[in-house]
């Protein structure tokens, strides 16, 4: 008999804890079926391996290649680990971002619109090399052309 009272004090206990979880994080089981960018991207590795692939094709590009000229293997190491980062970060990943803020680093630089785009299509084709299934390819294409203002530089009305 113990047993049972025992057993109806937990139950009267636990019910209402477990019934106040549900009512104060209503979205907690939703949250738990939906993946971020981060890992539907297939998570580090392959986002890694998707900026090691797209940097080296922003890299070669004739049209765009000045503005990496004069970087040694190690400043070209931290670009890209900063490009790694920053897409992890912006996807909804663990990584912390290392760089300065955009406009800072593209500062001064002259980029126009059909350079950005340049890169922006170095990324696309990136992706589709990777086979990055159509969803997620628009939602990362949709984070990077938002980024345009901080990288695009307007010239100065007079």
Known sequence: MSLGRSH??????????VIIVFL????????????????????????????????????N????????????TD?????????????CHDTGGPCKIISRPLEVAHAGLGITEKEFNI????????????????????ELMAKVRKLKPYIVETKAKD
């Open 8 to 17: 109806s004090a937990w139950l009267s206990f636990i019910l209402p804890m």
């Open 24 to 59: 104060a994080f209503p979205g907690l089981s939703q949250a738990e079926t939906e993946k971020s960018l981060y890992e539907r991207l297939g998570g580090y590795d392959a986002i890694s391996a998707v900026v090691d692939r797209f940097l080296e094709k922003v890299w």
């Open 61 to 72: 590009d004739p049209e765009i290649s000045r503005f990496f000229i004069g970087m040694g």
């Open 75 to 87: 400043t070209r190491n931290q670009l890209r680990q900063k490009n790694k980062n920053l897409m």
């Open 119 to 138: 890169v922006v299509n170095h990324l696309a084709s990136t992706l589709k090399e990777f086979k990055v299934p159509k969803p997620e390819h628009e």
